[in-house]
Every structure is written in structure tokens, then in C-alpha cells.
């Protein structure tokens, strides 16, 4: 009786286990046929056969979707515009013109460090970040000239003067 116990349990479990390798292995691809001329070499061979496998190889990591451009930049805050009343009313036609003023510089004030007397401005831009006290330059367009409680004033090579302030 224990043997005939053992053999229904084991070809039962054999039977099992072949079902589960069964399902979990995926079935034999076969590449499209190589045709070769007669007189070619087996190391031609070897490289016709491995480009088709690089070639299939390259098909299945290729993503089926392509990605696109999301709605918004989830790692960049926006800058909300401001409503001006001189941008509300359109230019007259016998008006002239008035040149744009150049942007601001892309530098933020991200805070103060204080050793005694002096005091050292934190000011990120240019994807880096600089500790400056009064007369350093930041970068070589611009240079700290002044550093108050409210803010830091910089001033550009060309003459020009901006203040950046905390933002809160």
C-alpha cells in the first residue's frame, strides 16, 4: 500500500511540477530564416546570426509607448504674472514705442549668514549656489554691492543695478 502511495504522489507532483514550468516559461521564438550564400564562412555565419538577435533583442527593449510632453514641470515652480495697468492698455498709435527692459538676472536670495558685523548672502543661480559678501562678484557679470536687512543689490558689468529680495 506505501508504495503505491509514494507513485500516485509522485507523478502526481511530477505532473504539477511540469504544469508550473509550463506557465512560467515562455515558448521558443524562431528568427526568420538566414539565407547564406554557399560559400560563406562559419564565422559569417555566427555574425549574421548574432546581428539578428541584437536586432530582436533591440525590438523587445524599445518601449511600446513613447512618452510625452507632460502638462507641467513638476520640478519647477511657476512665476505668477503679474496684471499691470500699462499692459492692460494697448499702445497708441502716435505713442512710440519704449524699449523693453532687459530680464532680471535668474539669481534668487535664499538668505543671510551674519559672523559678527558682517554678513554673507546666500544667493542661488546658474544652477549653483553662492555665498557672497559685499565687492564679490557672482559669476563675472555681476557683482554684490550692497547687503541690507531687506535684501542684496547686485551690479551688472553694464551699469545696470538690481535688488533681490527674500521671497516669503
Not at 56 to 67: I, S
Not at 147 to 161: H, P, W
Amino acid at each position: 500500500m506505501n508504495v503505491k502511495r509514494i507513485a500516485m504522489l509522485s507523478a502526481a507532483g511530477a505532473v504539477l511540477v511540469a504544469m508550473i514550468a509550463g506557465a512560467t516559461t515562455s515558448g521558443v521564438r524562431r528568427a526568420a530564416p538566414i539565407v547564406t550564400p554557399p560559400n560563406t564562412k562559419a564565422i559569417e555565419l555566427q555574425g549574421a546570426e548574432l546581428a539578428v538577435e541584437v536586432a530582436r533583442l533591440r525590438a523587445r527593449l524599445r518601449p511600446a509607448d513613447q512618452p510625452q510632453e507632460p502638462a507641467r514641470n513638476l520640478f519647477q515652480f511657476s512665476a505668477r504674472a503679474s496684471r499691470s495697468s500699462a499692459a492692460a492698455q494697448p499702445l497708441q498709435p502716435d505713442q512710440p514705442a519704449v524699449a523693453a527692459a532687459p530680464p532680471p538676472p535668474p539669481l534668487a536670495l535664499i538668505g543671510f549668514a551674519a559672523d559678527g558685523a558682517a554678513r554673507t548672502a546666500i544667493i542661488s543661480g546658474f544652477g549653483d549656489l553662492f555665498l557672497a559678501r559685499e565687492g564679490d562678484s557672482i559669476t563675472s557679470q555681476y557683482r554684490v554691492i550692497r547687503i541690507d536687512a531687506d535684501g542684496v543689490e547686485l551690479g551688472a558689468t553694464d551699469g545696470r543695478t538690481f535688488t533681490l529680495t527674500l521671497q516669503k
